[in-house]
Nanobody, 115 residues
Framework: VQLVESGGGMVQPGGSLRLSCAAS????????MTWVRQAPGKGPEWVSR????????YYADSVKGRFTISRDNAKNTLFLQMNSLKPEDTALYYC?????????WGQGTKVTVSS
């Protein structure tokens, strides 16, 4: 199982970023996918989840209305469109999946929101 995030960077408050997670080594089309973030000095925070078919997204209250999760099953890729970014969105963002009860994480991509 391999998950590789990309798309992070530094952006001003109110800006946007689109994160990607390239998946391989498992049946992506059968797997629910999750974005999790970890801010400096804090524990992991669940951000968003999408079902295998992409039909039902879930969001943390802190990002609802600003972030959109999506997936391209033809390209085995998960996305997170982040708009109206705030300084409190600064974190390392990970994609995650669970296969037969075991969690797999990518290496993360860093998002910094600062003026």
């Amino acid at each position: 199982v391999q998950l590789v995030e990309s798309g992070g960077g530094m952006v001003q408050p109110g800006g946007s970023l689109r994160l990607s997670c390239a998946a391989s080594g498992f049946t992506f089309t059968s797997s629910d996918m999750t974005w999790v973030r970890q801010a400096p000095g804090k524990g992991p925070e669940w951000v968003s989840r999408i079902t295998a078919a992409g039909g039902r997204p879930y969001y943390a209250d802190s990002v609802k209305g600003r972030f959109t999760i999506s997936r391209d099953n033809a390209k085995n890729t998960l996305f997170l469109q982040m708009n109206s970014l705030k300084p409190e969105d600064t974190a390392l963002y990970y994609c995650r999946t669970s296969i037969v009860g075991e969690d797999y994480w990518g290496q993360g991509t860093k998002v910094t929101v600062s003026s």
